[in-house]
Structures are given as structure tokens and as C-alpha cells.
Nanobody, 127 residues
Framework: RVHLEEFGGGSVQTGGSLVLSCAPT????????MGWFRQAPGKEREGIAF???????QYSSSVRGRVFISQNTGMNTVYLQMSSLKPEDTGVYYC?????????????????????WGNGTLVTVAT
């Protein structure tokens, strides 16, 4: 069974930066779409960034231009670099993975295929 663990959450000031990482066990990045979701207080979980085999990124409109997703296949790690953080970026950030079946697909369709979830790491952006 694949286990995902997130690292790097914490508190940061508005306008600051943060890097999250995710270290899944036994991933096959050539057959897996890895990504990040977040859940703000009182809101639904939303997909914000994904990386497809071949290092093809996909971002939601809410974070595009402020985050960068990457993966290091040699270290089995996926990263989410976030900058220009806003208070509305506060939430629990989850690493997730889905079987690759071509794409990129819509974030909604990809969300339905997610089968691996981490436990989440809290990011707080203070005013």
C-alpha cells in the first residue's frame, strides 16, 4: 500500500514563501499523477497543483503564477513551492496521487481518480 507523508507546513507572513514536500512510498512516477490539494477552514477540499509523467504541470486558477510543483524521481519526492502567500491560502495541504491515464485532464476529473492521500500538513498565512 502506498503511504504519503507531507512535510514543510507551518506559519508564514503574508507575502512570504513556503515549500512543501511529499515523500510517497513505492511510487511509479511514470504511471502516477502526483498533486496537492488544500482545504481552507469551512471550505471544501480543492485541487491546486498536479504533475503528470514527463513533468507536465497543471495548476488551478487560484494559485497559478504563485506556486510551482516539481518532482525528484531519484528521491521519490514531490515539492510544492509557494510564494506571495495570502491569508486565503491558509488551510491543510494534502499530497495525493492518481493512476495516470493520459492527460492532463480537468482537475475535477483527476480528483475523482485520486486513490492515494496523505494526512495533510497545516499552512497558516498571517496578516
Amino acid at each position: 500500500r502506498v503511504h504519503l507523508e507531507e512535510f514543510g507546513g507551518g506559519s508564514v507572513q503574508t507575502g512570504g514563501s513556503l515549500v512543501l514536500s511529499c515523500a510517497p512510498t513505492e511510487p511509479d512516477f511514470s504511471r502516477t499523477v502526483m498533486g496537492w490539494f488544500r482545504q481552507a477552514p469551512g471550505k471544501e477540499r480543492e485541487g491546486i497543483a498536479f504533475i503528470y509523467p514527463g513533468n507536465i504541470p497543471q495548476y488551478s486558477s487560484s494559485v497559478r503564477g504563485r506556486v510551482f510543483i516539481s518532482q525528484n524521481t531519484g528521491m521519490n519526492t514531490v515539492y510544492l513551492q509557494m510564494s506571495s502567500l495570502k491569508p486565503e491560502d491558509t488551510g491543510v495541504y494534502y499530497c495525493a496521487g492518481a493512476p495516470y491515464s493520459g492527460g492532463p485532464s480537468s482537475i475535477r476529473a483527476l480528483t475523482d481518480r485520486i486513490i492515494f492521500w496523505g494526512n495533510g500538513t497545516l499552512v497558516t498565512v498571517a496578516t
